[in-house]
Nanobody, 127 residues
Framework: QVQLVESGGGLVQPGESLRLSCKGSGFTLPNYAIGWFRQAPGKEREGVSS????????YSGDSMKGRVTISRDITENTVYLQMSSLKPEDTAVYYC????????????????????WGQGTQVTISS
């Protein structure tokens, strides 16, 4: 079955960088989109960035635009989220999710579009 495992979260200071990993199993990347989402306490889960692996399109949400880079390693079935210039308001649980390619296409930054979710990894930005 499809499984996603996030790693790389932790506690960092404001202005620092962090790279999250999302390793998938039970599926192959080219037929899926992978999205990164985050959810802070008391807030809705929001899309950070996503990549549709069948056409290599990348999408970025407004909250971290310009501070995140999404990339992948097809051989490792892994998608990464490089985050820089982190701020305290970036503190949240970060999730990766997989979306099956469909027709018509679904919105790549809406959580309702995604079929499978990882367990999440905590990212805390604090001095």
């Amino acid at each position: 079955q499809v499984q996603l495992v996030e790693s790389g979260g932790g506690l960092v200071q404001p202005g620092e960088s962090l790279r999250l990993s999302c390793k998938g199993s039970g599926f192959t990347l080219p037929n899926y989109a992978i999205g990164w989402f985050r959810q802070a306490p008391g807030k809705e889960r929001e899309g950070v960035s996503s990549i549709t692996n069948w056409n290599d399109y990348i999408y970025s949400g407004d909250s971290m635009k310009g501070r995140v880079t999404i990339s992948r390693d097809i051989t490792e079935n892994t998608v990464y989220l490089q985050m820089s210039s982190l701020k305290p308001e970036d503190t949240a649980v970060y999730y990766c999710a997989a979306m099956v390619r469909s027709s018509p296409p679904k919105h790549p930054l809406q959580k309702e579009s995604y079929n499978y979710w990882g367990q999440g990894t905590q990212v805390t930005i604090s001095s």
